[in-house]
């Protein structure tokens, strides 16, 4: 089969790429391009924006490589039974927005679109560290903290496309740290990299490095990042705990910008995981760092443009 | 079709029902059974007195209707590919154990066996408070806390067998109280029968009621009724947001004896169920009270008898 467009579409960068059947990224370019304007009063217009930004990035790249096939990762809450996008946390005009054909009308292309964390996960598992697993819950560690879940070869997202909220797991009900989403004490305010940094502010008396910095200072022994590193490792490992109670997946990969601390966060992830575990799923669990670096997103986008996974 | 007979199976009890196609019990027995004896050695005699003390409870039930399928819930993980009891917390000696088709050769029946929780939701979705959702998270708030999931009218069951453990999702990470699972701060430790009189026990300088009797006395206004069970029912709504916030189910239904005490255990589960799930699904998730009283899992049982739901 010839080779497709893959996009991974953040706030304000997109990432394009030539993938071909095995899997390879024979192309790629990096853009940046502002999905959300203030100036937005009414979800027509903000529809309008968004599918001309994304036009004007795609289509030359569409062309110069000759593709006809766009599969892409995108940020919010895909429906099942009609493909709609039905809500994306940092656009919230878009409301049950078909995002994917109107795509298809501007670029004249066969597009598939799918939540960027579930993507991420088709990717690993077809062509990453969790290759030929049945069932794996993939979990990227970035600015935020994604998750996605196969269960059975099938994308797992639920009745309302919000399926695998893993990073808004509350693992510290007391004092909990705040948390982007507005709740407290969720995955993602000890185990981003935002939170990381700061954390980092706060406890140390030093200028903020970024995350991997921190890690870099925590193999040295400095103790701000010893301490800051360990708890984020060992809320992981408590939060995939719980996933694995309610799921009993065994295979868990990880991936994105933080999984390069993974001598660091691994130890007092698997500790806290195995100890936090029922007793006959102790040791079941393999948790496994992505070998797919950041393009486990733009792999998994690959797949859908060939038709492939979501069922 | 004819009636069907359904078994559930507890630790020292079984009942017995005979069930027609439209879910109604025409027979019913209970009967006391000892499944476990401390004298056992070896898993061929374990797995003898188990077949034994089964058969000779259903047999003359079975013999006096006249049925010839039997549907079992029975507590223990099941694999789903190849039917065999994997291991059952009660019964450590049991370990992969074809229980369905050693009890069918004993009985000269069809018989199906499940995990009691799973027998339960389905009961559940096909008679009772979930009839019509394909997906549905099932709690049973009895001497401990069981859950079981239909994802899209499919019972869900993980790769051993073991998802579902709702009752041990950790709800209290610092001075957990200790579980019978050997974790601490499990969801079983605060909201089953037992953990309501453990904890009275602890709190109140008088005599244990049973977890009725401290439902009563909490409507009544005694503080101690009040404050373990308002506790109760608070860990419960914490609990459920983790559940929807990996699963998105939005319909949740509760059965089991603590559920006589919805009118005390509803308001505090509803509000910190609110209070902890992420914005797009706040207000969206509907908890029940099962309207099958205890009836749920033998209900799932004739449904299994007769070749319904797992798949």
């Given at each position: 089969m010839s080779n497709v467009l893959a996009a991974d579409i953040g706030g304000?960068?997109?990432?394009?790429?030539?993938?071909?059947?095995?899997?390879?990224?024979?192309?790629?370019?990096?853009l940046q391009a502002e999905l959300s304007r203030h100036a937005e009063q009414s979800q027509a217009t903000a529809e309008t924006h968004v599918i001309k930004t994304l036009t004007e990035a795609i289509r030359p790249f569409a062309h110069e490589h000759g593709v006809d096939r766009l599969g892409m990762g995108f940020p919010g809450f895909f429906q099942r039974h009609n493909g709609?996008?039905?809500?994306?946390?940092?656009?919230?005009l878009l409301q049950n927005f078909a995002l994917a054909d109107r795509l298809a009308d501007a670029l004249g292309m066969n597009v598939?679109?799918?939540?960027?964390?579930?993507?991420?996960?088709i990717g690993e598992q077809k062509f990453g560290s969790g290759q030929g697993r049945a069932n794996l819950l993939h979990i990227?560690?970035?600015?935020?903290?994604?998750?996605?879940?196969?269960?059975?070869?099938?994308?797992?997202?639920?009745?309302?496309?919000?399926?695998?909220?893993?990073?808004?797991?509350?693992i510290e009900h007391h004092d909990g740290r705040l948390?982007?989403?507005?709740?407290?004490?969720?995955?993602?305010?000890?185990a981003s990299a935002t939170a990381l940094m700061k954390r980092f502010q706060e406890i140390c008396d030093c200028a903020v490095p970024d995350a991997k910095t921190i890690f870099e200072q925590a193999r040295e022994g400095h103790s701000c990042a010893v301490t800051i590193t360990n708890e984020a490792g060992m809320y992981l490992g408590m939060a995939i705990a719980e996933a694995v109670k309610l799921l009993d997946v065994t295979t868990i990969t990880i991936s994105g910008g933080l999984s390069g601390g993974w001598d660091i966060l691994y130890p007092?992830?698997?500790?806290?995981?195995?100890?936090?575990?029922?007793?006959p799923?102790?040791?079941?669990?393999e948790v496994l760092r992505s070998r797919l670096d950041d393009n486990a997103g733009l792999l998994g986008a690959a797949v859908i443009a060939r038709g492939g996974s979501p069922a």
């Open positions: 304000t960068n997109i990432r394009l790429a030539i993938v071909d059947a095995e899997g390879l990224i024979v192309a790629e370019t990096r709609l996008l039905a809500s994306s946390p940092n656009l919230p598939r679109v799918e939540n960027d964390a579930l993507c991420a996960a990227t560690l970035g600015t935020g903290v994604g998750s996605g879940l196969i269960l059975n070869n099938i994308p797992y997202s639920g009745e309302h496309g919000m399926a695998m909220e893993f990073g808004h797991l509350c948390c982007g989403c507005g709740n407290y004490g969720c995955v993602e305010a000890y007092p992830l698997k500790r806290e995981l195995d100890n936090n575990l029922i007793s799923q102790k040791g079941r669990v």
